[in-house]
């Protein structure tokens, strides 16, 4: 029979073992919160503009270490927008390995290039939220959110804020998008 002392040995080199194989299990893939975007979408804008339409692409690009979305917004003449616009901007999404945080960088055509991470605690459900860390070409005073909530697999709202320095955030715009193909 196996002394006290050998059994206690085995089982602390046993707990040390399965302590490790535990802390070795590979970190959760960052990109599972954006994989639902991969695809084509379509759907209605409405806000600052007036009310249009919205088209958008996001696809995996660069050996997949990054997510592209290319957006037009069209909006036609209306009483909020006499003239009418199109908007485009095109957007990446990154994975910070330092800070192990999501990062999102919009290059709009009016110039200004928004960047945001996801917001700490934001759950892992149904609803994602950006929150910007800087702008070039417009005021780092300003605060900006870009929140995603997914209504299903094929269909999320994505809603634009921005604050005033010292205001609290408004709604700029809100898309509804539906997925069209993946």
């Not at 249009?52 to 997949?64: A, E, K, L, P």
């Not at 900006?144 to 634009?160: C, G, Q, V």
Request: aromatic share 14%; net charge neutral; glycine share 8%.
């Amino acid at each position: 029979m196996p002394s006290s002392r050998w059994v206690t040995t085995v089982l602390i080199v046993a707990c040390a073992c399965l302590g490790s194989a535990w802390a070795a299990e590979p970190a959760p893939d960052p990109w599972i919160p954006l994989a639902r975007f991969i695809g084509e979408w379509t759907g209605v804008a409405s806000g600052e503009g007036g009310d249009g339409t919205v088209t958008r692409q996001y696809s995996r690009v660069m050996n997949g270490r990054f997510i592209h979305e290319v957006n037009i917004s069209k909006y036609p003449p209306q009483e909020a927008n006499k003239s009418g616009e199109v908007h485009e901007h095109w957007s990446m999404f990154s994975y910070d390995k330092t800070r192990r945080v999501l990062v999102l960088r919009q290059f709009h055509l009016e110039g200004f290039v928004n960047t945001y991470r996801l917001a700490d605690g934001a759950p892992p459900g149904s609803t994602l939220m950006f929150e910007s860390e800087s702008f070039e070409n417009f005021s780092n005073a300003w605060k900006a959110r870009e929140s995603y909530e997914f209504l299903s697999n094929d269909e999320f709202i994505e809603t634009f804020e921005l604050a005033a320095p010292g205001k609290p955030f408004q709604v700029y715009s809100r898309n509804r998008l539906t997925r069209v193909r993946k």
